[in-house]
C-alpha cells in the first residue's frame, strides 16, 4: 500500500510547471525542446543547465546537479522533504495529508511554523498598537513627519512596541505562547541570569517593521528608535531563528519581486525609510538590505527575480565599501551591476522627497557600471598627478580589471582606462595578463571514481539504463536477454538497476515519470536525470541495444571462466567433477564470446 504522503508527492511533480518554477531562480531560454541557462549551483559562463519540460527533469552538464522539481528546491533552498513538498502544494492550492515523518524532520518544520505564527501574531499586536492606542501617537507623528502614508503603513504591517519589559511577553501569555517560545521567536532574550532568570521583550519603544520572505510570511521584525536621545542603538533586527537569517533576507522583496520582473532590474537601497519612500512614490522595484553587507545569499535571492541590479548610495564612505565587498558575488552570478551615487547630505528618501521621483528615475537611467565606478572612485583617491599615485591607481584599477571574465568587456574597459590615465593600452595588458583569473575546463562525469570512464562494459551498463530511460527498448525487452540487476556491476549503476527492476516487478511496468521520486540518494537522481537529458545518438537503436547486451553477457562469461579455472586448479586429478568442469569450461569457451 502506497504512503499518502508519496502518492501526493507524486502527483505534485507530475503537476508543477518545471519551466515556471525554476524560472523563479534561473533565467531560461527555450533552446529546441528543451530550456537552458545559467547553472545556480556553480560558477559558470557558458549555459550548461538543462531543463526538460517533457521528462520534467533538470540537469546541468557542467557539475552534474539534477533531478525533478523537487529536487530543485530542496538543493536551491536547502528545504527538507516536506518543506519543498507544501511549497509546491501551495501553489497548486492544495493541502497536505498528514505525515508522520522522521522525528527530526518533523520537530524542524513545527518549529519553523511555530515561529512564523508567533511573528505573525506579534505583528498584528504592534499593529494595532501603532493605529489604535494612545503609546503608538508619537511613533505615527514619526512616520508622518517622513511622509509616510497609511496606506504604506497598512501595506507592509508597520507597528509599534511598548517601552516595557514585558508588554509582548504578556500578549503572548494570554494567546498560551511561552516566554521560552518568543526567546526562540527571536522576540524575547533571557536576562543576563541565563534562561533560569526570566525573559525580557526585545523591542522597546521602538517603530517596528515585520520582515517577510518571498512568500509573504512574517519571519521576524526590525525595529528603529523613536528617541533619538537614547543610548539604544538606532536599528535592532531579531536575533536569528530556525525561519530567519539576516544574511538570507530582504526588506521589501515580498512586495517589490513582481515589480523587479516587470521593470527589468533591482533598486538597492539600505533602510526600512529610503526602501519604503521610494515604494510609495512609484519605484516599486526596490528592496533594503538590514543594516549588513550584502551575502552571497542576498545575491542568489535577488538573482531569481533580475540579472541587473542599481544600487542607490549617497557618498557615504561605508556604503561604497559595502558594495566594493559585493560586487564579485554579483559577477559570479552574471548580474550586472549600476552605481547610482546621491549628491553629498542626500539619502535616497531625502532625495526623492526634494526632487521627486521622477528626477530620481532620470538619474537611474544615468547610472554606471560598478567596473566604472570603481575605476573612477580609485582615480579620485589617488594622485594620479604623480607618479606613485599613478602606479597606485594602475595596480588597484588592474585588480578590478581581472575580476571581468568577458574578454571584449575587459579589453574596452583597458581603452578607457589608458586614455583615463594616459598610458599605452600594451603595458596595462602586459601587467594585467599574470592577474587575469582563468578557470578551468572540463566536468565531472558520472563514473565511479576508482574506474576507467571509457571502460566499454560501464559504457554498455549506462547505455542500457539510458536506452530505459528515454523509452527506446521496454524492460520485457531488456528480461528477454536474461539481463538482472547482479549484471550491473559499476557500484552507481547497479543501484539504479536495483531500483528499476523492482518498480517493474511491482508495478508490471517502468514508470519513467516515477523513477526519480523512487530514487532518494541525490548522487543517483544527478546520473538519472543525465539519462534523461543525454541525447542518444545512433543510427540503430537495436544493434545499439544488442551491442551492450554481448558486452555484459560477455562480461558475464567471463567471470564465469575466471570461476571455473579457480575450481579446476584447486581440485585433484583423480576428482570426479574434475572432468566435468573442464567440458563446461571448453564449452564456454567455444561460444568465442570473450
Request: aromatic share 10%; net charge neutral; glycine share 6%.
Amino acid at each position: 500500500m502506497k504512503h499518502p504522503v508519496r502518492e501526493t508527492a507524486q502527483q505534485l511533480i507530475q503537476d508543477a510547471d518545471i519551466i515556471e518554477i525554476i524560472s523563479e531562480f534561473v533565467t531560461l531560454t527555450k533552446a529546441g525542446k528543451e530550456y537552458k541557462g545559467l547553472c545556480p549551483f556553480h560558477t559558470e559562463k557558458t549555459p550548461s543547465f538543462t531543463v526538460n519540460p517533457a521528462k520534467k527533469v533538470f540537469y546541468c552538464f557542467g557539475c552534474g546537479a539534477g533531478g525533478d522539481v523537487l529536487s530543485f528546491l530542496r538543493r536551491y533552498e536547502d528545504w527538507s522533504f516536506m518543506e519543498s513538498l507544501e511549497f509546491l502544494a501551495k501553489r497548486q492550492g492544495l493541502s497536505l495529508p498528514k505525515y508522520e515523518s522522521s522525528f527530526s524532520d518533523n520537530k524542524k518544520n513545527r518549529e519553523k511554523e511555530i515561529i512564523i505564527q508567533i511573528n505573525e501574531s506579534a505583528a498584528r499586536y504592534f499593529h494595532n498598537l501603532l493605529l489604535e492606542s494612545i503609546v503608538g501617537r508619537d511613533a505615527l507623528k514619526y512616520l508622518d513627519s517622513r511622509k509616510l502614508s497609511s496606506e504604506t503603513i497598512k501595506e507592509f504591517c508597520l507597528g509599534y512596541s511598548k517601552n516595557s519589559w514585558k508588554d509582548l511577553l504578556l500578549f503572548l501569555e494570554r494567546k498560551n505562547i511561552s516566554p521560552l517560545k518568543a526567546v526562540d521567536a527571536g522576540l524575547a532574550s533571557f536576562r543576563q541570569g541565563g534562561a533560569g532568570s526570566g525573559c525580557y521583550d526585545r523591542f522597546r519603544g521602538r517603530l517596528i517593521f515585520p520582515l517577510y520572505n518571498e512568500y509573504g510570511q512574517i519571519i521576524a521584525m526590525g525595529g528603529r528608535k523613536i528617541k533619538e536621545s537614547s543610548t539604544e542603538p538606532k536599528y535592532l533586527n531579531s536575533s536569528e531563528t530556525r525561519a530567519y537569517s539576516k544574511s538570507k533576507c530582504l526588506y521589501g522583496l515580498y512586495q517589490a519581486k513582481q515589480f523587479i520582473r516587470s521593470c527589468g532590474y533591482a533598486l538597492v537601497v539600505e533602510g526600512y525609510i529610503d526602501f519604503l519612500s521610494l515604494f510609495q512614490n512609484g519605484l516599486k522595484n526596490t528592496v533594503a538590505t538590514l543594516g549588513t553587507a550584502l551575502t552571497f545569499d542576498h545575491v542568489k535571492l535577488l538573482g531569481r527575480y533580475t540579472k541587473k541590479v542599481v544600487f542607490i548610495y549617497d557618498a557615504d564612505p561605508a556604503g561604497i565599501s559595502a558594495m566594493l565587498r559585493g560586487l564579485n558575488m554579483f559577477q559570479e552570478q552574471n548580474i550586472e551591476v549600476q552605481i547610482l551615487l546621491l549628491p553629498s547630505g542626500f539619502d535616497p528618501d531625502t532625495f526623492i522627497y526634494q526632487y521627486g521621483p521622477e528626477v530620481l528615475k532620470e538619474r537611474i537611467e544615468k547610472s554606471i557600471s560598478a567596473i566604472e565606478f570603481l575605476i573612477n572612485q580609485s582615480i579620485q583617491r589617488n594622485n594620479i598627478s604623480t607618479i606613485e599615485g599613478k602606479a597606485k591607481a594602475v595596480k588597484e584599477i588592474l585588480q578590478i580589471l581581472s575580476q571581468i571574465s568577458d574578454p571584449l568587456i575587459r579589453m574596452e574597459y583597458i581603452k578607457m582606462v589608458a586614455n583615463l590615465l594616459d598610458v599605452r593600452e600594451e603595458i596595462l595588458l602586459d601587467e594585467l595578463r599574470p592577474k587575469i583569473q582563468r578557470e578551468g575546463k572540463g566536468s565531472q562525469g558520472f563514473y565511479d571514481k576508482d574506474t576507467d570512464q571509457s571502460n566499454a562494459e560501464q559504457m554498455a551498463e549506462q547505455m542500457l539504463l539510458r536506452l530505459l530511460c528515454h523509452g527506446d527498448i521496454s524492460m520485457e525487452e531488456l528480461a528477454a536477454e536474461s539481463i538482472a540487476p547482479e549484471d550491473f556491476q559499476s557500484e552507481l549503476i547497479h543501484e539504479i538497476a536495483k531500483i528499476v527492476f523492482l518498480m517493474w516487478r511491482e508495478e508490471g511496468k517502468l514508470k519513467r515519470e516515477e523513477l526519480l521520486f523512487a530514487i532518494k540518494d541525490e548522487k543517483l537522481k544527478e546520473m538519472v536525470s543525465n539519462f534523461f537529458c543525454m541525447e542518444i545518438i545512433s543510427e540503430d537503436i537495436e544493434r545499439e541495444f544488442q551491442d551492450c547486451v554481448a558486452k555484459l553477457n560477455s562480461r558475464k562469461l567471463g567471470n564465469k571462466l575466471n570461476l571455473l579455472q579457480n575450481l579446476i586448479k584447486s581440485r585433484q586429478h583423480d576428482d570426479p567433477e574434475l572432468n566435468l568442469l573442464l567440458k563446461e569450461y571448453s564449452e564456454i569457451k567455444k561460444k568465442n564470446l570473450v
